[in-house]
Each structure stands twice: as C-alpha cells, then as structure tokens.
C-alpha cells in the first residue's frame, strides 16, 4: 500500500511538472512585449497602465475570503479546478475584446476583464498552494519547484522568441494587423492554459483534507499572525512588492518610449536572456534553500537585486551593456528570492509549524501583497502622469525621465526588504553561515568553470565521435 502511495506521488509529481509546461506557454505568451502592445493598441493611457499594474495585487485580496471557504469546507482540487479554467478561459474574451467592444470602451473592458480573471486566478492559487503544501514533501520542495520553473522557462525562451517575430512582423503602419496578431496569440495562449487545468484533474490530493466547519474569519487570521516571525516576512513581503510592483510595466515602456527598441531586441533583454539565466540560476538556489534555508537564501539573493532596479535607468540605445549586466545579476538572484519565499510560506501552511494546515497563511500574505502591489501601481502612474514624458534630469551624464525616476526608488526599497530579512528566524535548524557561504562560492565556482569549459567539451566530444581517416603507409 505504501508503495502504491509512494508510486502514485512521484507519478502526480511528474503529471505537475507536465502540465506547468503548457502553463508556462499560456503565461509566456499573454505577457512581455505582446500585451504591453496590445495594452497600447487599445489606447491605455500612462495612469491605465499602472493601474494594470495594480490589478494583480488587488484580485489577491479575494484569497482571504477563499481561505476561509477553503478552511471551513474543504475541496481544494474542485476550487482549483473550476475557478483555474474559467481564469483561462476568460483569455478568449481580452482576445476577442476589439470585435466584442467598440474602440472607446475597449481599454476599460480590457481592466474589467483582466480584473476578474485575476479574481479567479487568486482563487485558484489559494487552493493550489493548499494543495502543493500537503503534497510535495518537503525535503525535496526546492529542487522539485526550481526544476519546475527551469522546465517552464524552456518552453518561455522559445515562446518569447516566437512571439517577438511574430510582434515584429507588420510594417509600421498596419495596426491592425499587429492587433490582429496578438489576439490569434492570446486564443492560443487561453486554449494551453486551459489543458493545463485539465491534466490537474488525475493528480493525487496529497492527503486528507480536514474542513474545520466552526473556524471564523477572526480566529482564521489571528493564529498567523500571533507569530511574531510571520509578521516579519509580511514586512519584507510588503516592501519588496512595493519595490517591484510598478517596475513590470514601466521597464517595457521605457524600452519602447525612451531606448526606441524593437520588439523583438526587447523581448530577447526582458524575456529570452533573462529566461536562460534563470535557467541556470533556479537549480542551484534550489539546492541552497533545500540546504541551508530559506533565510540565508533570501537574504543572499536580496542583496544582490538591489542594483536591479537602478541599473535599468542608465540602458540607453548607444550605451546598455554595462548596465544591463547589472540587471542580469539581479535577475540570476531573483531566483532565489523566489524560490525562499515560496518555501518559506509552504513549510508555514503545511501543517508543520501549526495546530492545523492553515491556508490562511497563503491568503494573509497575498492579502499584504495585494496591498503593496496596488500601493506600488498606485504610486508608479501618479509619478508618470505628474512628471510625463517630457520631464528630463541629468544623472552621471545620463538624462534621466520619470521611468528613472521610478528605477531609482525600486533599488532603495529594495535596501530596506533586506533590512526585514536579517530580522527572519529560521524555524528549521540549518547549517552554520559559513558553511552556507562556502558552498555557494564553491558552487558558482564550479559552475563557471563547467561554463567556461564547456565549448572544449563538446570539441573533444565529437573528436571521440568522428570517424578515423587510415593514415596511408
């Protein structure tokens, strides 16, 4: 019996990795430079797109309620399932929107919609990360998750690539075929998300799930955040959400508007490259959380993505490798604020730390991300419609617009989350910080020099392979 369990587990494991392939495909392609341009063909003026910015983070303030729903009643797989198709599906409608709504209401349709799938979309990740916490084991979540992510960026670094020639195809002048473009994108991307639910539906629940009829919604939020250390996480939480939340949308913008790239040179810095690094990068803050932590992880990584948001200001046409380097390296570390702050927020709903597996946990966290996310879209339109487009400051020979503006405020925020961090207490033992510093620098070492010697490697490899001309006597 156990062996079945055991075998069923790693086949449900499998099955989730599968189906984020199609998921990957679904988000790769309704995001980046192609609803950025969609956004913009439906006339979203400077404060629209913040507020687009916003509507991620204030769809997740349903997650309170759904936790409660969740808690009271059970059927994590059935919320999922139901709430995760109809968020797919509604992609077909935002494809659809330029024949469905005459031009002057297409871009408030565009916010209606998008709002309501993010609705459903927070919906179901409540119940997903219920779901993940009981079935994943533990002691294997970071490289299960980062291997998923890895896998996911695969298919993104080709979709991307795709996407962007396909964005670059129209002459200048044919809006409507662009247009045109996008929603035929957008159709296909709903149709992969949408088999992604789907192969969801044979996946073992991971457990019994225990519904707790009585539980309120007050004594739902006390028991989380009677802990003094989930508090702290809830503070980096906010600051580091607050710090990024605006930067989505106005880096694309920049790119188009200020640096004049094309599509598909935008796509290949903001979306291909980024998807290789993390490539590389996910694995190995993997096995580092699955070692050492999520703290040391997080706070690793933290440092290393405050120049993130500076760097980006200084990208100009003639002059932008030096700083998108910089942006790279917090890209690279990002992974690791992913995946540790995912770890941290599953091991605390798992069950392990409480008296009972509590989705609370997840909901109040995305309830304080709601918050600063749509403090921080709030706040990234109102400098951008204040300031405008004609606004310039020189900074080390560098003008300098309202998108620096918002980059140089990224990066000092991003200094205080890292503040919050070196407050965290691990609650699992862990080894010693310099243990964990030794094995990172050995690991990236390692890796650079399998890097470096990999070109000689495949040379001697396909040396070994060819064949052998006789030498004539």
Not at 41 to 48: E, I, M, Q, Y
Not at 245 to 258: C, H
Not at 343 to 351: I, K, T, V
């Amino acid at each position: 019996m156990r062996a079945d369990r055991q075998s069923d587990l790693r086949g449900g494991l499998r099955r989730g990795i599968v189906a984020w392939l199609f998921g990957a495909a679904w988000m790769y392609m309704v995001s980046g430079a192609i609803f950025t341009r969609y956004a913009k063909l439906l006339n979203v003026s400077h404060f629209g797109f913040g507020l687009l910015a916003t509507i991620p983070f204030i769809g997740a303030l349903i997650q309170l309620p759904a936790s409660l729903v969740l808690e009271r009643y059970g059927r994590r797989r059935e919320i999922f399932f139901w709430s995760a198709l109809l968020h797919r599906m509604l992609w077909l409608v935002i494809a659809g929107l330029p024949w469905l709504f005459p031009p002057s209401w297409q871009w408030a349709a565009l916010l209606v919609v998008l709002f309501i799938s993010s609705l459903l979309a927070n919906i179901a990740g409540t119940a997903w990360m219920a779901w993940m916490g009981a079935l994943v084991p533990g002691q294997i979540r970071g490289r299960y998750f980062s291997r998923r992510t890895q896998l996911g960026q695969g298919v993104g670094l080709v979709l991307s690539f795709l996407c962007g020639l396909m964005l670059d195809w129209p002459e200048p002048g044919q809006q409507l075929f662009l247009r045109n473009i996008i929603s035929t994108i957008f159709a296909l991307a709903s149709v992969a998300g949408m088999i992604e639910i789907l192969l969801f539906t044979k996946m073992p629940d991971g457990g019994p799930v225990v519904s707790h009829p009585s539980v309120t919604l007050r004594s739902l939020i006390a028991e989380p955040l009677a802990d003094r250390n989930f508090r702290r996480f809830l503070g980096y939480a906010f600051t580091i959400t607050f710090a990024t939340g605006f930067m989505g949308q106005f880096v694309w913008l920049y790119l188009f508007d200020v640096v004049g790239m094309s599509n598909n040179r935008a796509n290949l810095l903001l979306v291909s490259i980024p998807l290789l690094v993390g490539m590389v990068s996910y694995p190995f803050w993997g096995r580092v959380v699955d070692r050492f932590g999520s703290k040391l992880a997080l706070i690793a990584a933290g440092i290393l993505v405050v120049n993130g948001g500076a760097a980006w200001a200084f990208v100009t046409q003639d002059h932008w490798i030096p700083a998108y380097l910089c942006s790279l390296l917090a890209t690279a570390a990002w992974a690791g604020m992913d995946i540790g702050g995912f770890n941290w927020l599953l091991r605390m709903s798992d069950g392990g730390e409480r008296r009972r597996s509590n989705s609370a946990v997840v909901a109040i966290n995305s309830v304080v991300l709601a918050v600063g996310g749509t403090l921080s879209g709030v706040f990234g339109g109102s400098v951008a419609q204040w300031l405008g487009d004609e606004w310039r400051m020189t900074v080390l020979g560098v003008p300098l617009t309202y998108h620096g503006v918002l980059f140089m405020t990224s990066a000092l925020l991003r200094v205080a989350a890292v503040g919050w961090l070196c407050t965290l207490q691990e609650p699992e033992g862990k080894m010693a910080t310099r243990q964990a510093l030794r094995y990172m620098v050995g690991s990236v070492y390692s890796n650079l020099l399998q890097a470096t010697f990999f070109p000689a490697r495949v040379l001697i490899r396909l040396a070994s392979l060819s064949w052998k001309i006789p030498r004539s006597k």
